[in-house]
């Protein structure tokens, strides 16, 4: 029985739709099962996953230790300007003038105002044997100074001693490295290569060959405290030797490596 037109284009109609329907469900589950779908409709492939070891694969477990070294390139200097008077107010006075003189020379020097600072800053009495009277005041101004010209520090303790005198007092020089990222890397380096020598050894010694990396841990950078020279009285000698040496960074790492036959 033939049907009307209209009839006949909406049952058409229906079919085209239902025909594009199912093949948008295909293209999505196919997207789904290679992959997961971006914004655009697009199938992204997931990324391989890195290769591990082996389950239950034998292996070994090794520490290695790296050593860095360079030359020191900051000293920092540690002053004290001590005076004493019958009162406080005079050694004060006295400190003040000595400190002034200290810090403009300095500064003269070329060191920045920002590598001068002072650290502590006392006043106290002074008493009889006895501890019972007091004699006179005490003041203490400690400056210190930082410098990454190690060569220019001998100048500086000079200079100095020659502003404030005899009431000057080099407390500690110490020299350290600004910045110990190169070496930490270096001495990091040093200890990996370290590891996996010592891994390579005893994979030959028990007759099996050194398989991949399984983990690596990095246990961290030491370096040694800034090297100190106590300098305790007056300076009375121009021309203060003061040499930069080396500093060392030592680093250790822990890393297992699968074994094969």
Do not use: W
Not at 167 to 181: C, G, K, M, N
Request: glycine letters at 8%; a positive charge.
């Amino acid at each position: 029985m033939k049907q009307p037109a209209g009839r006949a284009r909406a049952s058409a109609s229906k079919a085209t739709f239902a025909v594009a329907g199912l093949l948008a469900a295909a293209a999505v589950i196919s997207a789904c099962a290679s992959g997961t779908a971006n914004a655009s409709g697009r199938a992204q492939t997931n990324p391989p996953r890195a290769q591990s070891c082996a389950p239950g694969a034998p292996r070994v477990t090794v520490t290695g230790s790296g050593v860095a070294s360079g030359a020191s390139n900051t000293a920092t200097i540690s002053l004290d300007v001590s005076t004493t008077a019958k009162s406080a107010a005079l050694a004060i006075a006295s400190n003040n003038s000595r400190s002034q003189a200290l810090i403009a020379t300095l500064e003269r020097d070329g060191i920045a105002p920002g590598r001068i600072q002072t650290s502590d800053l006392s006043v106290q009495p002074n008493y009889n044997q006895a501890g019972t009277v007091i004699t006179g005041y005490q003041v203490d101004n400690s400056v210190t100074v930082t410098l990454h010209d190690i060569a220019f520090a001998g100048r500086a303790i000079d200079d100095a001693a020659r502003a404030a005198g005899n009431s000057i007092r080099v407390t500690e020089v110490s020299l350290s490295l600004q910045d110990s990222a190169a070496l930490d890397d270096a001495a990091r380096a040093a200890a990996v290569r370290q590891a996996r020598s010592f891994a390579g050894a005893m994979a030959r010694a028990a007759g099996m060959v050194l398989g991949p990396l399984c983990s690596l841990v990095d246990n961290g950078s030491s370096s040694p405290p800034p090297v100190t020279y106590g300098q305790p009285g007056a300076l009375a000698k121009p021309s203060t030797p003061v040499e930069p040496g080396t500093q060392q960074v030592t680093d250790t790492v822990t890393a297992v490596y699968e074994l094969a036959r």
